[in-house]
């Protein structure tokens, strides 16, 4: 297997796999948040679902007639040791706060911008490296973005997950 994307064909079954993951983690995520009462928190998940399909949308138009390659998620071209697991789903907390949902969110767009860079750097096709750039750009967006939401929601106290009444589980 190449260490690089080699045509814009597997370049937009990447993308496409990224963004559907995103979608779908994100929707989740909101799932949990409203089982466990935080409206905050769903809502903010759902608007990253929502621009997350929005991406999708435009992965689609932007491939028009292309035949494109499957790709399993867990075959995705990893350019950073972290991995690409993009919103890290395990440190969600029923207790989050909208901070903490776009500290995920944040991360998982930083990976992104990693995962497009990496193309860039070592893809010799011109025109994968063109369109991973574009994508790269777009990422970077997000992130300024996500920055500027963080910047007007509380930062939580040190002991936002204690919970004086914690769920009962089953025995």
């Known amino acids: ?24 983690c994100y929707l989740d995520l909101a799932e949990q948040m409203e089982v466990h009462n ?5 809502e903010l998940f759902n608007k990253l679902a929502q621009d997350e399909k929005n991406h999708l949308t435009y992965v689609k138009e932007r491939v028009g007639d292309t ?11 990893n350019f950073e040791e972290s ?14 706060t909208p901070y903490h949902a776009l500290k995920l969110a944040l991360r998982a767009e930083q990976k992104t911008v990693a995962f497009f860079a990496g193309v860039v750097a070592s893809s010799k096709n011109q025109e994968v490296c063109g369109v991973a750039a574009e994508f790269e750009k777009e990422e970077q967006h997000h992130i300024e973005l996500i920055n500027e939401w963080l910047d007007k929601v509380p930062r939580p106290e040190e ?7 914690p ?5």
């Open 1 to 24: 297997m190449s260490e690089t994307i080699e045509t814009i064909e597997e370049l937009f079954a990447h993308v496409q796999v990224m963004e559907r993951e995103a979608y779908d």
């Open 38 to 42: 935080n409206r905050e928190a769903a």
């Open 67 to 77: 035949k494109i390659p499957h790709i399993a998620p867990w075959d995705l071209k």
């Open 83 to 96: 991995g690409l697991s993009l919103t890290g789903a395990r440190e969600v907390h029923y207790m989050m």
């Open 159 to 165: 002991d936002w997950d204690e919970d004086p009444d």
């Open 167 to 171: 769920p009962v589980q089953p025995t």
